[in-house]
């Protein structure tokens, strides 16, 4: 019947059959009925009650089969790991490398329930945090051959929740099957929506995970399964802090705290998330220490502080839920960003709303005067080398620049050309505020690693997409191109001649030629204004 009935129907019926066997006599019959009783409680979240059944069967644990041991203990540890201060450390020192051992005498044994172990194993060292071994048990039933999918189906779950911690967004999204959702048990079939729609959002989808979330949200009340309800409020309180909703985040992520009290890690995960407070006085998890680390990266700001924070999350695979903590607090990220930090985080994540407020350099060569902007600063350009340099290395972006082409330019008549060159980008970097990864030297040049946008680029693009849309015969858009190319035009470019006369005459004298044709057809055609 399990996955065919509600959880808090299967807890009934568990619990009246675990009664009637007590009353038998039918001890071995009264323990299979407990582990199916505290499975139905675990997900409902009534640790107490599993608590209460543990201490009632203890004492027998001796003298039952291998089989019902291990299957009773594992329901015991998902509620430790819930609750841990209410039982004792010692009952599971040594279970699970015995239980470990179990499991890889079953694998060479023809076993039809083998796979039932495996996946108890898996969820094992899931709770311990050990997401690579965990993986790798889950996998001996997902990818063995000789196992039809009817039997593997219900496995899936959990394979998907472990690729989902690792951040492996892509391959779920492509691995989940339409027809694996179909006649799944309810549990089965939450837990598979919740890694789905966190692929989604990890791959910057937000409408599609916020849909899959709503939904999974409302069947989750529906099934009365409470570590579901609190998991789906979470990630819709994770996508509404993407989409820069910060109220409405908070909002559903005070919900998730509410439905998560009777799970009390979560609980406390919560509580620390949403009052950005380190977690103390715990059995430190891996999560909980992820966490710690990265409230304190907060604190710091340092670049430094958060690759200990990346490094750390990369090796226990729990990268998703760094991603996700990375949505509700979000600020050191964008500092980071806006000075030009490689963070390694994926490209679809960053283009989420959330980080679309970091600026990128703009720079203005047809004003009036010459500037450079980032965000809310500016920075006024005068008539000295360095700030000719720096117009030449945005010209050049993105390539490497050979050392004798801006020797000849910039350092002709110096001794030492290569220390002044040292000396003019330390300058520059500071001027500009940018890390030294993103301006640097090496053997094959000089390289200026930004993104910039710049007026005389978007005049010159709009004069070629003005001839481009002439020679197809579409005037009117051809001339609406020149006028927004004209209204950029305020002067003519490198107008002082310092050290532009060297690397830019040329260049300026096209420009200026551009600009007379762009106007003189616009002339001819009586569009003037």
């Known amino acids: 019947m399990w996955g065919n009935l509600s959880m808090k129907e299967m807890y009934k019926r568990a619990k009246e059959l675990r009664i009637k066997c007590e009353k038998k006599k039918m001890l071995i019959s009264a323990m299979l009925a407990a582990t199916m009783e505290m499975n139905s409680l675990n997900f409902l979240g009534r640790i107490e009650r599993v608590y209460f059944l543990y201490k009632r069967y203890k004492r027998f644990l001796k003298g039952i089969p291998s089989c019902l041991k291990y299957a009773f203990l594992n329901e015991c540890f998902i509620a430790f790991y819930k609750e841990p201060e209410k039982y004792t450390l010692n009952i599971f020192e040594n279970f699970l490398s015995n239980f470990e051992k179990f499991c890889l005498k079953l694998e060479k044994e023809e076993n039809e329930n083998k796979i039932q172990w495996f996946y108890l194993l898996s969820g094992w060292f899931l709770l311990k945090e050990d997401i690579e071994k965990s993986l790798k048990w889950?996998?001996?039933?997902?990818?063995?051959?000789?196992?039809?999918?009817?039997?593997?189906?219900?496995?899936?779950?959990?394979?998907?929740?472990?690729?989902?911690?690792?951040?492996?967004?892509?391959?779920?999204?492509k691995e989940i099957d339409k027809d694996l959702l179909k006649e799944m048990p309810p549990p089965g079939f939450l837990r598979i929506s919740l890694s789905l729609a966190n692929a989604f959002l990890g791959i910057g989808k937000v409408e599609k995970c916020l849909k899959i979330a709503f939904d999974g949200f409302l069947k989750s009340k529906k099934e009365h399964i409470t570590s579901m309800i609190a998991g789906f409020l979470f990630l819709i309180s994770c996508c509404y802090s993407a989409l820069k909703e910060k109220g409405e985040s908070k909002r559903y992520l005070r919900m998730a705290l509410y439905f998560s009290k009777n799970l009390k890690r979560t609980k406390i995960f919560y509580h620390s998330l949403l009052k950005s407070l380190p977690i103390l006085n715990e059995k430190i998890s891996f999560r909980f220490k992820l966490l710690?680390?990265?409230?304190?990266?907060?604190?710091?700001?340092?670049?430094?502080?958060?690759?200990?924070?990346?490094?750390?999350?990369?090796?226990?695979?729990?990268?998703?839920?760094?991603?996700?903590?990375?949505?509700?607090?979000?600020?050191?990220?964008?500092?980071?960003?806006?000075?030009?930090?490689?963070?390694?985080?994926?490209?679809?994540?960053?283009?989420?709303?959330?980080?679309?407020?970091?600026?990128?350099?703009?720079?203005?060569?047809?004003?009036?005067?010459?500037?450079?902007?980032?965000?809310?600063?500016k920075i006024k350009i005068s008539d000295s080398k360095d700030f000719h340099l720096i117009i030449y290395l945005f010209l050049n972006r993105k390539r490497f620049i050979e050392k004798e082409e801006i020797y000849k330019i910039f350092f002709k008549n110096s001794k030492n050309p290569y220390k002044s060159l040292i000396k003019s980008l330390s300058r520059i970097r500071k001027i500009l505020g940018i890390p030294k990864n993103k301006l640097f030297l090496k053997k094959e040049g000089v390289f200026f690693d930004i993104d910039a946008e710049i007026d005389l680029e978007e005049f010159e693009n709009r004069f070629k997409m003005g001839k481009i849309l002439e020679k197809v015969g579409e005037i009117d858009k051809a001339l609406k191109e020149y006028k927004e190319a004209i209204k950029l035009y305020k002067k003519n470019p490198f107008e002082k001649i310092g050290y532009y006369y060297n690397f830019a005459e040329d260049k300026k004298n096209i420009i200026i030629d551009i600009y007379r044709e762009i106007k003189e057809t616009i002339s001819n055609c009586g569009c003037l204004s």
């Open 138 to 173: 889950i996998e001996k039933i997902i990818f063995d051959e000789k196992i039809n999918m009817e039997h593997k189906k219900i496995y899936f779950s959990q394979y998907f929740a472990l690729l989902i911690s690792k951040g492996e967004y892509k391959k779920v999204i």
């Open 292 to 377: 710690n680390l990265y409230i304190s990266f907060s604190r710091t700001l340092k670049y430094r502080d958060y690759i200990k924070v990346y490094k750390f999350a990369e090796k226990k695979g729990l990268i998703g839920i760094f991603h996700n903590i990375i949505l509700l607090h979000p600020k050191p990220i964008i500092n980071l960003l806006k000075k030009g930090k490689n963070l390694f985080l994926p490209p679809e994540f960053l283009d989420l709303p959330i980080f679309k407020e970091i600026p990128i350099f703009k720079l203005f060569l047809l004003r009036k005067k010459e500037f450079i902007t980032y965000g809310d600063k």
